[in-house]
Protein backbone atom coordinates (compact mmCIF):
# COMPACT_ATOMS: atom_id res chain seq x y z
CA UNK A 1 0.00 0.00 0.00
CA UNK A 2 1.46 3.29 -0.97
CA UNK A 3 2.19 6.52 1.44
CA UNK A 4 -0.45 8.42 -0.63
CA UNK A 5 -3.32 5.57 0.03
CA UNK A 6 -2.26 4.96 3.73
CA UNK A 7 -3.13 9.09 4.02
CA UNK A 8 -6.07 8.89 2.10
CA UNK A 9 -7.70 5.79 4.03
CA UNK A 10 -6.38 7.91 7.38
CA UNK A 11 -8.40 10.80 6.06
CA UNK A 12 -11.55 9.16 5.31
CA UNK A 13 -11.47 7.07 8.82
CA UNK A 14 -11.08 10.11 10.64
CA UNK A 15 -14.20 11.48 8.49
CA UNK A 16 -16.27 8.89 9.30
CA UNK A 17 -15.05 9.04 13.23
CA UNK A 18 -15.87 12.82 13.34
CA UNK A 19 -19.30 12.11 11.89
CA UNK A 20 -19.89 9.73 14.18
CA UNK A 21 -19.07 11.73 17.07
CA UNK A 22 -21.16 14.71 15.68
CA UNK A 23 -23.67 12.06 15.44
CA UNK A 24 -23.32 10.93 19.05
CA UNK A 25 -23.28 14.74 20.11
CA UNK A 26 -26.71 15.19 18.78
CA UNK A 27 -28.34 12.10 20.16
CA UNK A 28 -27.15 13.11 23.73
CA UNK A 29 -28.52 16.63 23.14
CA UNK A 30 -31.88 15.39 21.96
CA UNK A 31 -31.82 12.16 24.93
CA UNK A 32 -31.14 15.59 27.21
CA UNK A 33 -34.25 17.10 25.83
CA UNK A 34 -36.18 14.15 26.39
CA UNK A 35 -34.78 13.49 30.30
CA UNK A 36 -35.91 17.50 30.69
CA UNK A 37 -39.66 16.78 29.13
CA UNK A 38 -40.12 13.50 30.93
CA UNK A 39 -39.22 15.18 34.29
CA UNK A 40 -41.55 18.08 33.71
CA UNK A 41 -44.47 15.39 32.83
CA UNK A 42 -43.63 13.10 35.34
CA UNK A 43 -43.67 16.09 38.41
CA UNK A 44 -47.09 17.48 36.44
CA UNK A 45 -48.00 14.01 37.30
CA UNK A 46 -47.26 13.03 40.59
CA UNK A 47 -50.26 15.01 42.49
CA UNK A 48 -53.06 13.13 40.65
CA UNK A 49 -51.05 9.47 41.24
CA UNK A 50 -51.10 10.51 45.00
CA UNK A 51 -54.81 11.21 44.60
CA UNK A 52 -55.81 8.50 42.98
CA UNK A 53 -53.92 5.67 44.89
CA UNK A 54 -53.08 7.28 48.46
CA UNK A 55 -50.61 5.44 50.28
CA UNK A 56 -53.40 3.68 53.27
CA UNK A 57 -54.78 2.27 50.21
CA UNK A 58 -51.48 0.42 49.34
CA UNK A 59 -51.47 -2.81 50.58
CA UNK A 60 -48.60 -3.50 53.33
CA UNK A 61 -47.04 -6.15 51.61
CA UNK A 62 -46.32 -3.86 48.52
CA UNK A 63 -44.87 -0.82 50.95
CA UNK A 64 -41.39 -0.85 50.68
CA UNK A 65 -39.07 -1.13 54.21
CA UNK A 66 -37.70 2.31 55.50
CA UNK A 67 -33.98 2.82 55.76
CA UNK A 68 -32.72 1.03 58.60
CA UNK A 69 -30.79 4.57 59.12
CA UNK A 70 -33.90 6.45 58.72
CA UNK A 71 -34.42 9.43 60.90
CA UNK A 72 -37.31 9.69 63.32
CA UNK A 73 -40.22 12.12 61.87
CA UNK A 74 -39.16 14.95 65.04
CA UNK A 75 -35.43 15.06 64.10
CA UNK A 76 -33.77 17.16 61.41
CA UNK A 77 -31.47 15.20 59.22
CA UNK A 78 -28.06 15.93 59.25
CA UNK A 79 -24.97 14.71 56.79
CA UNK A 80 -23.94 12.22 58.17
CA UNK A 81 -27.08 10.20 58.98
CA UNK A 82 -27.59 11.10 55.57
CA UNK A 83 -24.40 9.08 54.71
CA UNK A 84 -25.28 6.37 56.61
CA UNK A 85 -28.54 5.42 54.61
CA UNK A 86 -26.47 4.63 51.69
CA UNK A 87 -24.45 0.87 51.13
CA UNK A 88 -21.14 1.73 51.79
CA UNK A 89 -20.40 1.02 47.72
CA UNK A 90 -22.96 3.83 46.45
CA UNK A 91 -22.05 6.19 49.26
CA UNK A 92 -18.45 6.26 47.82
CA UNK A 93 -19.93 7.14 44.57
CA UNK A 94 -21.30 10.68 46.44
CA UNK A 95 -20.32 13.79 47.39
CA UNK A 96 -22.47 14.97 50.47
CA UNK A 97 -23.10 18.76 51.51
CA UNK A 98 -24.77 20.73 53.90
CA UNK A 99 -26.81 23.55 52.70
CA UNK A 100 -28.91 26.23 54.76
CA UNK A 101 -32.17 24.67 54.35
CA UNK A 102 -31.21 20.91 52.53
CA UNK A 103 -28.82 18.13 52.45
CA UNK A 104 -27.46 17.93 48.84
CA UNK A 105 -25.96 15.14 47.27
CA UNK A 106 -24.06 15.21 43.66
CA UNK A 107 -22.39 12.39 42.03
CA UNK A 108 -18.89 12.46 41.81
CA UNK A 109 -19.09 11.31 38.62
CA UNK A 110 -21.60 9.23 36.33
CA UNK A 111 -23.74 7.01 37.94
CA UNK A 112 -25.10 4.68 35.50
CA UNK A 113 -28.58 3.44 35.48
CA UNK A 114 -28.61 1.35 37.95
CA UNK A 115 -26.79 3.25 40.94
CA UNK A 116 -28.90 6.70 40.19
CA UNK A 117 -32.11 4.24 40.40
CA UNK A 118 -30.48 2.80 43.67
CA UNK A 119 -29.33 6.83 44.76
CA UNK A 120 -33.28 7.85 43.92
CA UNK A 121 -34.76 4.99 46.16
CA UNK A 122 -33.03 5.69 48.62
CA UNK A 123 -33.55 9.60 48.39
CA UNK A 124 -37.21 9.34 48.11
CA UNK A 125 -37.21 6.88 50.63
CA UNK A 126 -36.06 9.73 53.10
CA UNK A 127 -38.26 12.29 51.67
CA UNK A 128 -36.02 13.61 49.11
CA UNK A 129 -36.23 14.85 45.52
CA UNK A 130 -33.81 14.83 42.63
CA UNK A 131 -33.66 18.37 41.02
CA UNK A 132 -32.78 18.02 37.54
CA UNK A 133 -30.72 21.39 36.31
CA UNK A 134 -28.28 20.38 33.42
CA UNK A 135 -24.85 20.23 34.90
CA UNK A 136 -25.74 21.03 38.33
CA UNK A 137 -28.45 18.26 38.58
CA UNK A 138 -28.49 16.82 42.06
CA UNK A 139 -30.87 14.89 44.99
CA UNK A 140 -32.26 17.12 47.59
CA UNK A 141 -33.19 16.14 51.39
CA UNK A 142 -35.24 19.31 53.49
CA UNK A 143 -33.20 19.07 56.75
CA UNK A 144 -36.43 19.36 58.69
CA UNK A 145 -38.84 16.08 58.20
Known sequence: MSEETKEKAGEETQEKLDK??????ELLAALKLVSEDLKQLSDSLKPYVQQAAPPAAV???AQPAPPA???PAAQALTVESVQQSF???LRNLLNFQEQ???IVIKPKGFLGSENFARTAEIVKKLGGD???AKKDSHFRLSKQR
Open 69 to 71: AAQ
Open 100 to 102: DEF
Open 87 to 89: PED
Open 20 to 25: LIERAE
Open 130 to 132: YIS
Open 59 to 61: PQA
